[in-house]
């Protein structure tokens, strides 16, 4: 009787061969998440000139003009136009907001009761404004995944900043690029969406989504933004980013 020569000396010897030799193991969640963060998020500073369009239920519309300039976790918001124009925010990181009010010429700190409610009346909370990383505030695990996206299922680290404790991440496979999110709140109930189109080279292989829409689930009101310019890299200092600033750099 012959024997075998798949005997288990072998199949062991083969599975070592094909270990060593190279075979990509599949990236997993966190990793995914690290990565896509990187391609939001990963530039020492960024620029964008916006027009936010604020949709009501009734279809009525009104837009403001305004830019952001970010570096780290800290963010000046200004608007150009309409009867926003001259208000101004500072983000200092997560729950440290303060706010310019021209009408008062003052300065006043968000209070931290309203980190939730609404930026300048659109579906964008202040919360929403002050966030600028997932993987400090979520751990991700693999929801499903299709032949072009990555669905991840991020619950909020304790004592962290999350704006929500759960949300859905879809993030396209390949360019690691953010084409969507959903919030859930404590009841797990889906609450805010948000979906990201239109993508843009804005120069350098730098790809940027042009066009967000931000929908409140729960009243099926909306907000869209526009990005018209999107720049990064520019040597901000330091100095653009302190109360000061907000005040008297208009």
Known sequence: MKHS???????????????ASGVARAETPDEILVKMDRTVNGFTD??????????????????????????????MIRFTT?????????????????????????????SAHNMKSSFAGSDFSNDDMAFTSWPDNYKASLAREDDKHWYLDCVAIPGKAAPFPRAEAKVE????????????????KP??????????????????????????????????L?????????????GKFTQRELEWGR
Do not use: C
């Open 82 to 110: 309409g009867e926003m124009k001259g208000l101004a925010n500072l983000i200092e990181g997560p729950g440290k907001i303060y706010a310019y009010l021209p009408g008062q010429k003052k300065v006043r700190r968000v």
């Open 46 to 75: 960024q620029y964008m000139d916006n027009t936010m369009t604020i949709i009501d239920i009734d279809g009525s519309k009104k837009s403001y003009r305004f830019n952001i300039l970010q570096k780290g976790e800290k963010r």
């Open 191 to 224: 609450v805010k969406s948000f979906e990201n189109s239109e993508p843009k080279d804005w120069g350098n292989g730098l790809i940027r989504n042009q066009v967000v829409v931000v929908t409140d689930l729960r009243t099926g009101h909306k907000t869209r």
């Open 173 to 188: 496979k390949g360019t690691y690029q953010l084409m969507g999110w959903t919030y859930f709140d404590e009841a797990g």
């Open 226 to 238: 526009d990005i018209h310019e999107f720049k990064v890299n520019q040597g901000v200092p330091d």
């Open 5 to 19: 020569p798949w005997n288990l000396w072998t199949v062991a010897t083969l599975a070592t061969v094909v270990l």
